[in-house]
Nanobody
Framework: QVQLVESGGGLVQAGGSLRLSCAAS????????MGWFRQAPGKERDCVAA????????YYGDSVRGRFTISRDNAKNTVYLQMNSLKPEDTAVYYC?????????????????WGQGTQVTVNS
């Protein structure tokens, strides 16, 4: 069983930055691919970014590519999402997810464990 706890969400003005963190329990963090998803009210949960076990390969959704960066620190059992140039349309609950595997995964159904989510609100 893996437990994931997100932090770092909040309220920010358009154009600002936030860094989300997701701390994972367990001793085999490096065996897991990690992903960040988001869900806005009335919309489906979509993959924002995903990263492979080593951090050497990553996926980004079209709407965030060039603005967001996913990274991980396996020594700290933590994955990060650096969000720059934030827009009001980035407002959503952001979720961290994990799946045992070596590559990255971008589909919600592929993930086994989920955090509780952290709210990100971007004001115009």
């Amino acid at each position: 069983q893996v437990q994931l706890v997100e932090s770092g969400g909040g309220l920010v003005q358009a154009g600002g930055s936030l860094r989300l963190s997701c701390a994972a329990s367990g001793r085999t963090f490096s065996s897991y691919a990690m992903g960040w998803f988001r869900q806005a009210p009335g919309k489906e949960r979509d993959c924002v970014a995903a990263i492979n076990w080593s951090g050497g390969s990553a996926y980004y959704g079209d709407s965030v590519r060039g603005r967001f960066t996913i990274s991980r620190d396996n020594a700290k059992n933590t994955v990060y999402l650096q969000m720059n140039s934030l827009k009001p349309e980035d407002t959503a609950v952001y979720y961290c997810a994990s799946k045992r595997g070596s590559r990255w995964y971008s589909r919600e159904y592929e993930y086994d464990y989920w955090g509780q989510g952290t709210q990100v609100t971007v004001n115009s």
